[in-house]
């Protein structure tokens, strides 16, 4: 693996190895010295156009962990906002002899193109509405957990497909482990040519929660992402709460052990009740903690050398 860009890069096989170094990385956070050498000697750039809490803190704390240098360039505060193009900045960063690029960038398919043009590893942190594979996997290897093997297990997808990259990687990810996706989400949040691609890629979709929720072995819901919305997509925060929210009257059709899933940052009162968000099946936490063994584990696999 030189770079993960997509899920679609990864194997199944890949998927459960990185699966496997993840769960021996979560041991790491109940030391008291949280600190493994591998990956001493290497310099990792998280470069974020984007702002981000999880993503951003979770891969610098992943590096420091590892014991690489590790150092944060944001667009405000760089010379990206004296209008520096993405390649001269990334060419600069990377001049500098660095192992690891993270990059996150409103466009899609911007962690792609800088991989085409340096020599550093590197890690698509989350590119415009396209994809967000760390989310991805940090999402399976939580329900994987909690459920055990996710072939045959039914995960329920809801909320804002459209602009969505969590939901563009988590099709391909769990689908690649064998579970069964439903998608739900209003008829004007579900992504143009959903019909065609549900058939290949073999996934279902619906726009009724109620009759989905009960069916469901996890229910993973999608943020409203009203900054990426240039017009009126449903009629109020009201109404697409009363037709697609996880509210506190629905929690009642979920198994009682079904876990509850958000990538987070939530929007507590639209997509998702409190009630929900800090229920006993939620994993909203445990997917944060997740996601810095995940991370550590992608790092150590691109960077830690050939014996990785
Ligand atoms: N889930 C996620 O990508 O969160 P951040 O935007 O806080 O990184």
């Not at 466009?107 to 594979?133: L, T």
């Amino acid at each position: 693996m030189k770079h993960l860009l997509s899920i679609n890069d990864l194997s199944v096989e890949e998927i459960a190895h990185i699966f496997e170094t993840a769960s021996e990385m979560h041991d790491v956070q109940k030391r008291e010295v949280k600190k493994l050498p591998v990956l001493r000697g290497r310099t990792v750039v998280n470069m974020f156009f984007e702002d981000s809490t999880r993503t951003r803190s979770s891969f610098e704390i992943a590096g420091k962990w590892l014991s690489a240098d590790v150092i944060n360039i944001s667009a405000k505060g760089s010379s990206a906002s004296k209008g520096e193009s993405l390649r001269d900045t990334v060419l600069t960063v990377c001049a500098m002899g660095i192992d690891g690029l993270v990059i996150r960038h409103p466009a899609s398919g911007a962690a792609h193109q800088v991989s085409q043009w340096v020599d550093a590893a590197v890690v698509n942190a989350g590119d415009g509405m396209h994809e967000h594979p760390t989310q991805a996997l940090l999402d399976a290897y939580t329900l994987q957990r909690r459920l055990g093997s996710l072939a045959g297990r039914h995960v329920a997808i809801i909320g804002d497909l459209t602009h969505s990259r969590v939901f563009r990687s988590n099709i391909q990810c769990l689908t690649k482990l064998g579970a069964e996706v439903t998608v739900v989400a209003p008829p004007t949040l579900m992504p143009s040519g959903i019909d065609s691609w549900s058939r290949t890629a073999g996934f279902a979709t619906s726009y009724d929660v109620d009759a989905v929720l009960p069916q469901a072995d996890a229910v993973m819901m999608l943020r409203v992402q009203r900054e990426r919305m240039a017009g009126g997509f449903f009629p109020s925060a009201r109404e697409y709460t009363v037709g697609y929210g996880l509210t506190r009257d629905r929690l009642r059709l979920l198994k009682p052990d079904a876990p509850i899933c958000h990538p987070g940052p939530m929007n507590r009162g639209l997509e998702i009740a409190a009630d929900a968000a800090d229920a006993a099946q939620s994993v909203v936490l445990e997917q944060v903690s997740s996601g810095l063994a995940v991370r550590m584990s992608v790092l150590y696999h691109l960077l830690a050398g050939e014996e990785s």
